[in-house]
């Protein structure tokens, strides 16, 4: 049995996330708390800021200092942008947050990265060490790696946040925060710290100052919230990847064409359910709060061009993106081969910042190129009749992304050679009955995942407000059985969030 100095340490190679029970016992207790001291504004930003900074310190370790100088920096900087007015020392500290959290960003996640480029380039080795990790052995004693540096998780998130809320500063279309724990808690608020979705300023700091409101409606719509991620995570996204698209991604030269085929609508609709369960359950976290997050996912396999899947596929960072790259990059503004440009550097970038890796890099390149393609080819997809141009432009979509899931999920590009080479080459129809026998559970998980998916909006959204307004014992029931559902598929198995490596 574990003590409490067990409890409350961090503890590697166990997750302090949803799909841990101590993460549970956690938010109770976070919940019993916040239900005390709600009406007095400054206490709640002070303990909820303080509550975060425990999950993120028993999530990531002694890392949680990464977040500790993002916030401070930023803090600060913000200040100095509305105490200087001349332009030159605004911009300057634009220049310092930006290198702060970008150059933190950049060695954490790319170091290893670029050291091994440059030694293909050019044949000499740069010596890399975690000097993070160096520092905390010289001072606490502490026998931390240090030949390995080690991504803190949700760095990409909340750099990404701290760099929005200084630009918009800097733009003069936010004021800086003043109280330092309520910008802390902006930065580090937990539900949605480790993998977003990325919240603005704008949208977030206006709310520690309203008062909190929760009625009986929002927090059944929480309660649907958090269930259904966790059936997204734990039903779909879990069970898919353990019996399916694990296995045949790791090793393709194994399996007939059809199950590689299988494997990669498997990851399509995995890396789907495990990234917006996770959402969802943010989201319903929050909510229970009194926090509104904004919506990170909008049935994306329902698009009908590629364009669209990206206003429908994580909307905080694609929207991101646009608004600090895209545009400020010239955006459409500077003709149509200008346009292209930026639109290639954005999605190449945006392929980057999802992990240090040329396939990443591939990979915002393809859906550059789809991108470019696709508004080139406007002018005679809409010449052809409504009904040919949804079906054909949804088809080309679904498999053009799912085509993308390769290059983002192999482990090397020869691996993902050889899975488009047997599934053209090596089908083997003969062993289809064979497969389908063989992991049952798995096909029928894949296509209810996907038909739940494409179910209209009108029908998810009568669902949702049946639940919500159903009596008590209703409620109470499905919840229970949900519960059952949900511990039955956790003992099976637990994958880590996808997102946590970004």
């Avoid at 050291?115 to 502490?142: V, Y």
């Avoid at 799912?402 to 053209?424: C, N, P, Y």
Wanted: aromatic share 20%.
């Amino acid at each position: 049995m574990k003590s409490l100095l067990d409890i409350i340490t961090y503890t590697p190679g166990e997750p302090f996330m949803f799909t841990s029970s101590l993460f549970w016992i956690f938010f109770g207790l976070v919940l019993f708390i916040h239900s005390l001291i709600y009406r007095k504004r400054a206490l709640r930003s002070i303990f909820l800021f303080f509550a975060s900074l425990f999950f993120y310190y028993k999530a990531g370790g002694y890392y949680f200092f990464i977040l500790i100088i993002s916030t401070l920096t930023d803090y600060w900087i913000g200040l100095g942008m509305e105490h200087f007015t001349k332009q030159w020392k605004r911009k300057l500290l634009l220049l310092l947050s930006l290198s702060v959290n970008l150059g933190m960003l950049g060695y954490f996640k790319y170091a290893w990265f670029i050291a091994g480029t440059w030694a293909d380039l050019s044949g000499q080795n740069i010596e890399m060490k975690d000097w993070l990790a160096e520092f905390f052995n010289n001072i606490w004693g502490s026998s931390l790696d240090i030949t390995d540096i080690v991504l803190p998780i949700g760095i990409s998130f909340f750099t990404f946040q701290t760099i929005s809320y200084t630009i918009d500063v800097y733009r003069r279309q936010l004021a800086p925060v003043r109280n330092i724990f309520d910008f802390g808690f902006y930065v580090s608020f937990f539900p949605q710290l480790v993998a977003g979705p990325i919240v603005r300023a704008r949208e977030f700091i206006p709310q520690l100052y309203r008062s909190f409101n929760l009625t009986e409606q929002q927090v059944w719509h929480a309660v649907f919230l958090i269930l259904s991620g966790l059936i997204k995570k734990l039903v779909f996204s879990d069970y898919i990847a353990i019996n399916l698209s694990d296995r045949i991604f790791e090793t393709p030269y194994l399996y007939s064409g059809f199950e590689i085929l299988s494997s990669v609508y498997g990851y399509t609709l995995q890396i789907y359910c495990d990234f917006s369960g996770y959402t969802d359950v943010a989201i319903g976290l929050a909510l229970l709060l009194g926090f509104r997050l904004p919506i990170n996912f909008n049935s994306p396999y329902k698009a009908l061009s590629l364009e669209d899947f990206w206003r429908r596929w994580h909307i905080s960072l694609s929207s991101w993106l646009r608004d600090y790259l895209y545009i400020p990059l010239g955006g459409n503004r500077k003709g149509q081969w200008r346009t292209q440009l930026n639109v290639m550097i954005t999605m190449t970038l945006g392929g980057f910042w999802h992990g240090a890796s040329w396939r990443f890099v591939l990979w915002g390149i393809w859906h550059g190129t789809g991108l470019i393609i696709d508004k080139l080819l406007k002018p005679i997809t809409s010449r052809l009749p409504q009904w040919m141009a949804s079906w054909a432009g949804f088809l080309i979509t679904f498999h053009f992304v799912a085509a993308g899931w390769i290059l983002f999920r192999v482990s090397d590009l020869q691996k993902a050679f050889t899975m488009i080479e047997r599934i053209f080459i090596v089908f083997r129809p003969e062993l289809i009955f064979q497969a389908l026998s063989a992991n049952p559970l798995s096909y029928i998980l894949l296509v209810s995942g996907f038909i739940l998916h494409w179910l209209p909006a009108s029908l998810k959204e009568n669902i949702r407000g049946r639940f919500i307004t159903a009596s008590w014992p209703v409620k109470v029931t499905l919840a229970a059985i949900v519960g059952v559902i949900l511990l039955h598929f956790r003992n099976i198995g637990i994958v880590p969030f996808i997102y946590f490596r970004f």
